[in-house]
């Protein structure tokens, strides 16, 4: 049974894996602030005790609105968490041998007009920070921080909008709208944006090929077909609550803070991996049994 040291496993993503795939491995994850990964005395000593065969590294300031009033800020939580906290855990990866799974974003990507989505796996991330939120820039530079550290023995999987049926601590980027819908609060929604979603009981198939396997490079988990806010949302409202025609669509004007041209590619993911992602009806349908 190999053991697993998880970080942000009470987050949306890492908690599905942690309930899941216990009985499978032998997880430890350790919460905030018991570790802190600006922290480094905080989880140091255990991972060298532990020695564990892999480090599967969800955790990370995720707050894109918050984010952006700390741009520039290098002394910031948002650049502390996730470049100097990945920086800490990926050199005690290397130094105890363990194999380092990075979980990434699809906002390592502009999504403009000039350098549109759906992105490969094999693209590379942006280095012009303007061109990016400043969570997007951090994310993208802890990439790279990974990329330095261990080269070609790095392992980074990319997400794109995480949904899943149960999660009481915070709503996705499906359950929100439909929750706003129930309050009678939905705002309209973009219906020129292109996205795609990243199905979590997906993502867990695909970390658990990678961790078997041992599996090293870039991927991605995500619907293999395009889709926009106002379609996802329309079709989610259809079939979990019967009733058709209610979305207002809105319009994208080009800003940073929403790519319009998102969204993940997964055709060498799955031909590597083996595995197919679901298309983004067969997700929706999928949750909404599961609710
Ligand atoms: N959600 C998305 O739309 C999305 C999209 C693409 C990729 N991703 C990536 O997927 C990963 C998981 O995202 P998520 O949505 O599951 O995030 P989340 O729900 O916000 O969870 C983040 C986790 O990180 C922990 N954490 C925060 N600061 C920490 C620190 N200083 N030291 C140790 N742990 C800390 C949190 O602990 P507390 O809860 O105790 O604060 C929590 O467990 C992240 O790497 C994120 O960048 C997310």
Redesign the pocket.
Known sequence: MKKIFV????????SFFVENYSKKYQIMAP??PQ????KKETFENIIKEEKPDVILH?????DVSQAESQRDDRSGACWQ?NVE?TRNLVKLAKEINAHFIH?????VFPGSEEDPGPHKESDTPEVNSSKLTWYGFT?AEAERVVNSILGRKRTILR????VRAKYSA?LD?LRKPLSLFDQGKLYPLFNDQQVTISFIDEIGLALQKIIDGKVYGNFHASTPDLSTPYELISYLIEKARGVKGVVKKSSLSPSVRYQKFGGLKVEETEKILGIKFSPWHQVIDQLVANF
């Not at 570790?35 to 600006?38: A, E």
């Not at 997400?159 to 995480?162: A, F, G, R, S, T």
Request: aromatic share 18%; net charge negative; no cysteine.
């Open positions: 970080t942000g496993g009470s987050g949306l993503v890492g919460e905030y570790i802190d990964l600006t969800f955790a990370a300031y995720t968490i906290g979980i990434s974003t699809d906002y994310k997400l794109v909008y995480p915070k980027y």
